[in-house]
T-cell receptor, first 114, second 119 residues
Framework: RKEVEQDPGPFNVPEGATVAFNCTYSNSASQSFFWYRQDCRKEPKLLMSVYSSGNEDGRFTAQLNRASQYISLLIRDSKLSDSATYLCVVNQGPGSNSGYALNFGKGTSLLVTP | GAVVSQHPSWVICKSGTSVKIECRSLDFQATTMFWYRQFPKQSLMLMATSNEGSKATYEQGVEKDKFLINHASLTLSTLTVTSAHPEDSSFYIC???????????????FGPGTRLTVT
């Protein structure tokens, strides 16, 4: 089983739509969770951290369910510029030899159309 | 703040040659730097973790004699792909982390990546 699993998509949505991405992770010891955005042939860029209480940043809302080991990202009022691949990212947790290195999901591709 | 640079941004080399990629944290001291590799349509895969002044920790399946990592200072890590082969062609990305005890301990900042093509 992969450590971080995401629906690869692609999600094709019209401008203004609301879209939700889901992610599950396997390491219950993970402590930090993030959503990154990656544009084609570019490096990932941090979109937002994900907190247990849920958090919102403008049109983006992230939620974490530790019991289910499930993370979500909601994008409201989609813009053309939101088109990218969204990566669910989980740290490896304590005890890892890699010092809290990150595990990346394969990403969910989003295309927002006019 | 939290800018990481990589050099070169792309490189084409012949099979059998070695290629060095540099990763620098420009405005912070990176206790830990990570090297990832990404093949087309695949997720980023961690290759190794390096802490300043100590030997890198390699992930399973990554040959440490082939991918030499040096992290000699708090702002610079290098990855050398030795005796490169076409299957080493990939997008190599580094990231840097300030380290425990600091406000952004768990956040990693990524370099722009290096696209390596081995012919």
């Amino acid at each position: 089983r992969k450590e971080v699993e995401q629906d690869p998509g692609p999600f094709n949505v019209p401008e203004g739509a609301t879209v939700a991405f889901n992610c599950t992770y396997s390491n219950s010891a993970s402590q930090s969770f993030f959503w990154y955005r990656q544009d084609c042939r570019k490096e990932p860029k941090l979109l937002m951290s994900v907190y247990s209480s849920g958090n919102e940043d403008g049109r983006f809302t992230a939620q974490l369910n530790r019991a289910s080991q499930y993370i979500s990202l909601l994008i409201r009022d989609s813009k053309l510029s939101d088109s990218a691949t969204y990566l669910c990212v989980v740290n490896q947790g304590p005890g890892s030899n890699s010092g809290y290195a990150l595990n990346f999901g394969k990403g969910t591709s989003l295309l927002v159309t006019p | 703040g939290a800018v990481v640079s990589q050099h070169p941004s792309w490189v084409i080399c012949k099979s059998g040659t070695s290629v060095k990629i540099e990763c620098r944290s420009l405005d912070f001291q990176a206790t830990t730097m990570f090297w990832y590799r990404q093949f087309p349509k695949q997720s980023l895969m961690l290759m190794a973790t390096s802490n300043e002044g100590s030997k890198a920790t390699y992930e399973q399946g990554v040959e440490k004699d082939k991918f030499l990592i040096n992290h000699a200072s708090l702002t610079l890590s290098t990855l050398t792909v030795t005796s490169a082969h076409p299957e080493d062609s990939s997008f190599y990305i580094c990231s840097a982390r300030e380290g425990p005890g600091r406000g952004r301990a768990y956040e990693q900042y990524f370099g722009p990546g290096t696209r390596l093509t081995v012919t």
